[in-house]
């Protein structure tokens, strides 16, 4: 049977937001008072009375003032927290939360509904989700690349200003035009579409290939990446694997997605006219490489994937002839000594070989002009005004948004992902302290130290030797967190790693050529240094809103960026809200290692099965219960139910996480000799229910009907209202801390467990 939920997308209406808690600012004064008022539990009158008095506007709604407050009967016995730091959680919560539903009812709608209601999703979105609201606020890596340069800093931050600079200045942009771009498509890199005497005699495949991936950082027809030795785990060694198509071709091809195809073709054709290509002649190569490109996606659809294989170039060369693979890496790559006995990691030898043969029945017109359209897909957006524009309406085409992100957002972001090091040393030395870092580290090993405790208790389905190894690969999981030291706190390794790098503020387009030819390089240049010379495999960007888990490394990064409120809070603020928060996140990564992915590998990264058949089966059955379950659901926006199999490893992370940070709230409030945390004055919430509001505070989030669609198209991750409710009608620990009966929309009956 379908479970359909009701459709709540559009949240509250205007009446219910009038009537919801305001913003509570509260001054000093009134803090001060207000703490004095609470500590007589007689004076609640008075209490109110003078708040009243001192201007604390607080709109009652149907609850009225002792709700408003959370000071309840059944609360009085509780101490009552009354720091600024407690006042301006409650008033974060309160202000997202819909009071009208109850918990046991929608608890998305409860938690969410009012954020819902009041948030407008930017034109150039198809959805806004707090993570997007953390992720916007990479913006004060802006405000230090809009500062002086300093030599403090180092030359690293200052090239980093230097390129900014060079990206903001529009007029000379605007001035240069096309020519930038054509420079290189006459030159090193023709391009037949828009040249009139284009000499086929002159194709050179490996000269080709070899460019896109050794300067311009593209990989193309196949991709090419540095990382360990996958059996022994000994060296790092380069890999190739099947490459990505340009766009999600697969999706597009389904015909109510046609219309992407048809934009992404014509941004092909009036680019190329836009650079001076001949009408007729465009028509005809664009079409033609809409043809190759359908083949390469056959040619991938019908290539089984393969685990693969250690080989020496010149080996390669026998296995796998057509392409001179000795000639091919010599040519690419410019900062290790390649030769015939440079070890390769091959991952699909089956697709190599029909692409070699594919490439060989082409036209080889037809060839260069896809290899080459695949740089200057994304180099057009580093011209002037006129090609901006053009993607504009692809965007506005594909996504269904009306505008581009601002130039300083575009700028700052590309150096946040390019020139990761600099910009991540400015971010660290401005906003980051290791308080933080401590805290999270503590944060973590309860989680850790909770998924333990479940295994123990409530994993009985488990065997008592894979129970052991399952224990003994999550006490084994290594935590990095905010930033690498070496490669984030050093301004002289920063220096030396650019030290190739000279950026001119009146040459943008040269800059970018320049800061892409550092990052492909500098990643080769760990070739043939053992795994132990780079022993720490946690390289993010200091700012980035993302956490990991790595299954090949067993370990858990979380940068700095992701290190913020409502996520997480310090020391001075209550645990159960960043336990609910944060800690499900760190919970969530850390079952990764469990899930359908995660377990085929053990404690050291090797993939090896370390399962007992009669664990495994019982985990396979409980997985296929989460499938269904997801599956069953049907999101009224996107028109579409769930793919319970394409998200199954999320999901299966989102309910073991909040589990485990569940229980290590617990572990942390009994270490510190605590039953309980003081309570917020103004929410009403026990501890236990702040830490189920902080946790589906994470996944608040709102989609256009585009972006739904899109959502579950494109995302392993389901949408987060359903993210929310499922995991918690699963957990009967969320029903015990709300009272919810059985058989209600938050309890129900039918429960899908596995860690």
Not at 107 to 122: D, L, N, Q, S
Request: proline share 4%.
């Amino acid at each position: 049977m379908t479970r359909q939920y009701e459709n709540t997308e559009n949240g509250l209406d205007q009446e219910t937001a009038e009537d919801s808690a305001s913003d509570l600012k509260f001054s000093e004064e009134v803090l001060v008072n207000l703490r004095q008022l609470l500590q007589d539990q007689a004076s609640l009158n008075l209490a109110l009375g003078k708040l009243i008095y001192l201007g604390l506007t607080i709109k009652l709604g149907t609850y009225g003032c002792v709700w408003a407050l959370g000071i309840s009967v059944s609360t009085f016995n509780e101490t009552i927290c009354t720091t600024p730091e407690c006042f301006s959680t409650a008033s974060y919560y309160m202000n997202n939360m819909n009071f009208r539903v109850k918990p046991c009812d929608n608890f998305f709608e409860h938690a969410c509904g009012r954020w819902i209601h009041e948030t407008k999703i930017p034109k150039s979105k198809g959805k806004y989700l707090i993570y997007t609201v953390l992720r916007d606020r990479d913006n004060f890596v802006l405000d230090l690349l809009l500062k002086p340069i300093k030599p403090s800093e180092g030359t690293g931050a200052a090239k980093a200003k230097i390129i900014y600079r060079s990206c903001m200045n529009t007029a000379l942009i605007n001035k240069l035009g096309d020519r930038p771009l054509l420079n290189l498509l006459h030159g090193e890199l023709a391009w037949p579409i828009i040249s009139s005497n284009w000499d086929e005699s002159k194709f050179e495949l490996v000269k080709t290939l070899s460019t896109l991936r050794g300067k311009f950082h593209n990989n193309v027809l196949f991709k090419v990446k540095v990382g360990r030795e996958t059996k022994t785990h000994a060296l790092q060694v380069t890999h190739i694997s099947t490459g990505k198509m340009a766009i999600p071709f697969k999706r597009y091809t389904n015909p109510h997605l046609a219309y992407k195809l048809d934009a992404y073709y014509k941004l092909f054709y009036e680019t190329a006219i836009n650079l001076g290509a001949d009408v007729r002649t465009a028509v005809q190569d664009v079409e033609n490489v809409r043809k190759f490109e359908l083949k390469l996606l056959n040619l991938k659809e019908h290539s089984s994937e393969e685990y693969g294989y250690t080989s020496t170039l010149a080996e390669m060369n026998q296995r796998i002839p057509g392409i001179n693979w000795v000639e091919l890496f010599t040519e690419m790559i410019w900062t290790y000594p390649v030769t015939p006995q440079t070890k390769i990691w091959v991952y699909n030898e089956n697709y190599l070989k029909k692409l070699i043969s594919l490439i060989q029945k082409t036209d080889k017109r037809v060839v260069q002009n896809y290899m080459v359209w695949r740089l200057v897909k994304h180099r057009v957006r580093n011209l002037s005004n006129r090609f901006e524009n053009l993607y504009r309406e692809y965007v506005r085409e594909v996504y269904h948004r009306s505008s581009l992100p601002t130039r300083k957002y575009k700028c700052s972001h590309f150096l946040m992902f390019s020139l990761k090091r600099p910009t991540g040393y400015l971010f660290i030395k401005k906003y980051f302290s290791k308080a933080k870092k401590d805290a999270a580290k503590v944060l973590f090993e309860h989680v850790k130290k909770g998924f333990v405790q479940l295994l123990n208790t409530e994993v009985n389905w488990m065997d008592n030797k894979t129970r052991e190894y399952a224990k003994k690969k999550a006490l084994a999981v290594k935590f990095h967190i905010g930033y690498n030291e070496q490669m984030y706190n050093n301004v002289t390794k920063i220096d030396a790693s650019l030290q190739e790098l000279h950026p001119k503020v009146s040459d943008y387009f040269g800059n970018v050529i320049k800061v892409l030819t550092e990052i492909a390089q500098n990643k080769f240049k760990l070739l043939g240094k053992p795994v132990k010379a780079n022993t720490d495999p946690f390289t993010a960007r200091p700012t980035m809103v993302n956490a990991r888990y790595d299954p090949t490394y067993n370990t858990v990064s979380l940068p700095g960026g992701e290190l913020q409120y409502p996520f997480y809070w310090g020391n001075k603020y209550l645990r159960a809200y960043q336990y609910g928060a944060i800690g499900s996140i760190l919970g969530h990564e850390l079952t990764h290692g469990f899930d359908d992915n995660g377990r085929m590998y053990d404690i050291q990264g090797r993939m090896r099965n370390w399962w007992s058949p009669a664990s495994l089966a019982e985990f396979k059955k409980r997985e296929k219960c989460m499938e269904k379950q997801y599956s069953s659901i049907y999101w009224p926006l996107a028109g579409k139910h769930l793919d319970g199999v394409k998200l199954l490893g999320e999901n299966i992370a989102d309910n073991g996480g909040v589990r485990e940070a569940y229980a290590g709230y617990q572990i942390w409030l009994k270490d510190n000799g605590l039953k309980g945390e003081a309570l917020e004055p103004s929410t009403g919430l026990t501890n236990n229910q702040m830490f189920f509001i902080g946790y589906a505070n994470v996944r608040c989030g709102k989609f256009t009907r585009a972006g739904a669609i899109t959502q579950l198209a494109t995302d392993n991750h389901g949408p987060g209202k359903y993210r929310i409710t499922t995991a918690l009608q699963n957990f009967d620990k969320f029903s015990e801390a709300f009272s919810c009966p059985s058989g209600s929309f938050m309890n129900p009956r039918h429960k899908c467990v596995i860690w």
